[in-house]
Every structure is written in C-alpha cells, then in structure tokens.
C-alpha cells in the first residue's frame, strides 16, 4: 500500500478513535457489562487484519478496529482507573497514565523498525507482538471483569 494511502488511513484512525472518545460517556451507559472486552477484541481483530494482509479492504477493517480499540479503551482504562482509586489518583496516578500513553505513541516507530530489522525484516513482527499483547489484555480482562466492570453507584 502506497505511503500516502497509508498515511491518511492512520489521520482517519485518530480522528475516528476522537469522535469514539468523545462520546466515551454515552457509549459506556448503554454497554457497561461489555465494554471491557471492546478494546482487547478490536486490538487483537485490528492486529490480526494488519498483519496478515496486504488488500486495502482489510487495512481499513485493522484502522477502524484500532481506532474502536483507542477510542473505547483509554477513556475505560481512565475512568476505571478513578473510581477504582478515589480522588488521590486524579493528581498521583492520571498524569503518568497520559505520560505512558504519549510515549507509547511516540516511541512505538522507533522500536518497530529496529525490531522488525533484528528479526530478519519479518515486517508483520509488530503486529505479531500486537496480538500477542492483545491476547494478554483480553486474557487479564476476563481474569479482572469485576474490578474492570464500571458499576453504577446502586450496584457498588
């Protein structure tokens, strides 16, 4: 796929990953039971789609999926975050949370073109670690589905 293509897939996945996140709050008022499995699901699908396909059809089904993923499971790992640790983590723990989340971003291209190098060029190598991570998101997040779960306050 050609730079330019793939350049403007990837400014779609962030403007759709906003507008998903914009409306977090509506979204997690109608799907609280399943809204901890939307991200790792849409990351592994996402993962899955990039990694094993070379037809624009299934890039765009990846970018979209990732951008479900980003738009959904930062706003639920924040909100979960603070109810679950109380008004302490809104000036102790939030600030490093956006900090990882940035560098995450920022630093990701500087290690997957070393890594997909170190492993003889295999270009899929971060998508591959992509899954694998997902996997581990998906598996922790059925192990943890009470503590992940956002209760209303007659449930709690």
Do not use: W
Request: a positive charge; glycine letters at 8%; charged letters at 10%.
């Amino acid at each position: 796929v050609a730079l330019g293509i793939m350049t403007l897939l990837m400014a779609t996945r962030d403007a759709l990953a906003l507008v998903i996140d914009l409306n977090y709050m509506r979204i997690a008022r109608h799907n609280r039971q399943i809204l901890p499995y939307v991200a790792p699901i849409t990351f592994l699908i996402g993962f899955a789609a990039l990694a094993y396909s070379t037809q624009i059809g299934f890039l765009i089904i990846g970018i979209v999926c990732l951008a479900i993923a980003n738009g959904v499971g930062i706003p639920q790992l924040n909100t979960v975050v603070a109810i679950r640790g109380g008004k302490d983590v809104v000036t102790s723990v939030m600030p490093y949370m956006s900090i990882a989340f940035f560098l995450g971003e920022f630093l990701t291209p500087f290690v997957v073109r070393p890594t997909s190098k170190l492993l003889g060029g295999f270009d899929t190598a971060p998508y591959v670690v992509g899954i694998i991570i997902a996997c581990i998101f998906l598996i922790h997040t059925f192990v943890c589905r009470n503590f992940l779960t956002i209760q209303k306050e007659d449930e709690q």
